[in-house]
């Protein structure tokens, strides 16, 4: 019997998950999946893609090499973008200039760069200056690579999570680098100002300059990027990055009909507005949000094959509550809900640790975490999204929890998660320790632990150390 035609356009982090999600429902079986990806690689970790920057190979951050979509009957086709697709025909074409039929398919095509329109930076035919680079793709970052030398001047515009991502790699590089940012706070979305200041000490310490409440007014030099101007004052500079922030990719959905806003609207079971069709990830639009980072994209992947499968038909998306655990430039940032106490009533503790360059601080509503800021040390972030997740009253010394995040009896500290991208719990990882996976990559291939943003990759490897049976003291 013939299964029906599923076609996934866009082979990025959504699509890997969205993959294996399907698998673990049989959907692979069920349904005649075809993954068109622009990309020529197979699905890769778009979060490290800092090792390609600073000398790695794309293989070493991929997810799903090309092997991994031909053993499980999936047809992959790299290199190549869906151009055009019409719903009523249920067809679509690719910039090979193939025609493919499908009964459903899922829009997962992710965000680009947002690359700001400012003067001098694009040549009359429209592609960036010489020294000017987007940061996004393993292109992107294997371009800069070519283009960087040891001594050059980098500047970064962009003091988010990713210009400073970007910043860190072309320190490493033995680029001098400098960071430009529109806001006064560094990743201002996700810390407050104080703490903002701590991640600044920080980056700083690594050599990186950084300027903030800075607008970049134009892109210097003829053929090549030899600076930026910020209106009277100007920087000189040998290369400049943009990673100022990211623009869902509707254009095809749009082009084809489907309803968008910001993203490709969707319901609580990422159907757009037109049957048979679905829109995942960073493209998508769910009760106004557009999310950009990959927890939200997960538990998206997870009620979309529960729908396509049909393994739980009334299973709904209800919207994530975000938060970030990262290491920004080996500095580690966490961050969940409101980052300033802002309502009559709210209530903000904070810890600053000077010499260790450590800030911590937790809004408390009504009793119940509703946010926190973490800069330098993130150890206590676990037990943190826990109680803000499930709002469980705060014991009355809210010093406790932002030591450790754990110390509400009964709540989840007896069993901290430790990968908050794919939500593993230590109690898992010990078991899975115990039962053989001794070493991070067997780990991480059994739990998935450790393969999202790899800030809990450390606690990993201690946990191996102290459970596995070959390390266990013998009596
Ligand atoms: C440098 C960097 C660091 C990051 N760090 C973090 C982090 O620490 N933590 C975190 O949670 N998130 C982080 N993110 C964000 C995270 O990578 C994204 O949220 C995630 O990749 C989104 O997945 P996606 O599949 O929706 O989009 P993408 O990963 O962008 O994949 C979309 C894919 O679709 C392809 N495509 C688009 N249109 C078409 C078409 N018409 N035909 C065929 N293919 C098409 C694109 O080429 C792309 O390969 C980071 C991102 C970057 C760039």
């Known amino acids: 019997m013939t299964r029906p035609a599923l076609a996934i356009i866009g082979n990025g982090m959504a699509t890997a998950r969205l993959l294996d999600e399907l698998a673990a429902r049989g959907g692979l079986t069920k349904f005649a999946v075809t993954v068109f990806g622009e990309e020529p690689h197979g699905a ?10 600073t000398g790695g190979a794309v293989d070493e951050i991929t997810l799903k090499p090309r092997a991994w979509y031909a053993e499980r009957g999936v047809q992959f086709v790299p290199g190549v973008a869906v151009t055009r697709l019409s719903h009523a025909a249920q067809r679509l074409w690719t910039s090979d200039g193939r025609e493919h039929f499908f009964d459903t398919a899922v829009f997962a095509t992710g965000s680009t760069a947002r ?3 400012v003067e001098g930076l694009r040549r009359p035919d429209g592609t960036m200056k010489r020294g000017a680079f987007a940061y996004r793709t393993a292109a992107d970052v294997q371009q800069m690579r070519y283009h960087a030398r040891p001594g050059m001047r980098a500047a970064v515009v962009g003091g988010g999570l990713l210009g400073l991502e970007a910043a860190k790699g072309l320190t490493d590089l033995g680029l001098s680098v400098t960071v430009v940012h529109l806001f006064d706070v560094l990743m201002n979305r996700q810390v407050d100002a104080l703490g903002g200041q701590f991640l600044r000490r920080a980056i700083e ?3 990186i300059t950084v300027r903030t409440s800075v607008s970049t007014k134009a892109v210097l030099g003829d053929k090549r990027v030899e600076g930026l101007s910020f209106g009277g004052e100007t920087l000189p500079a040998d290369m400049v990055v943009f990673s100022s922030g990211i623009k869902p990719r509707v254009d095809l959905a749009r082009e084809s009909d489907v309803p968008c806003n910001a993203g490709i609207l969707v319901d609580n079971q990422l159907r757009t507005q037109l049957t048979r069709l679905y829109a995942v990830g960073e493209c998508a639009e769910h009760d106004r949000t557009v999310y950009g980072t990959v927890q939200p994209i997960y538990e998206q992947c997870k009620v979309l094959a529960d729908v ?3 393994a739980d038909p009334s299973a709904a ?6 938060y970030t655990k990262l290491k920004v430039a080996g500095v580690e940032v966490a961050s969940m809900g409101r980052i300033d106490a802002d309502r009559t009533g709210d209530e903000s503790v904070q810890v600053i640790e000077e ?3 450590v800030y911590r ?6 009793n119940r975490l509703v946010g926190a800021v973490l800069v330098g040390d993130a150890s206590a972030a676990a037990g943190l999204v826990q109680l803000f997740d499930d709002g469980s ?9 932002l030591a450790s995040g754990e110390a509400i009896p009964g709540g989840g500290g007896s069993d901290p998660e430790v990968c908050n991208c794919h939500h593993v719990r230590t109690s898992a990882l010990v078991g899975a320790i115990r039962s053989g996976c001794d070493t991070l990559p067997k780990l991480s291939d059994q739990t998935r632990a450790g393969t999202g943003c790899g800030s809990c990759r450390g606690q990993l490897a201690n946990l191996i150390l102290q459970n596995a049976p070959s390390t266990c003291r013998k009596e």
Do not use: E, H, M, Q
């Not at 601080?361 to 009504?366: E, G, I």
């Open 205 to 207: 310490r690594l050599g």
């Open 317 to 322: 998306y209800r919207g994530s509550k975000v």
């Open 44 to 53: 890769y970790n778009r979060i490290l893609l800092n090792r390609v920057l």
């Open 308 to 310: 396509l499968t049909g």
């Open 355 to 357: 010499a260790r360059g």
């Open 115 to 117: 690359v700001p329109d």
């Open 393 to 401: 009253p705060l014991p009355p010394n809210r010093l406790d929890v």
């Open 361 to 366: 601080k937790l809004v408390v509503r009504d």
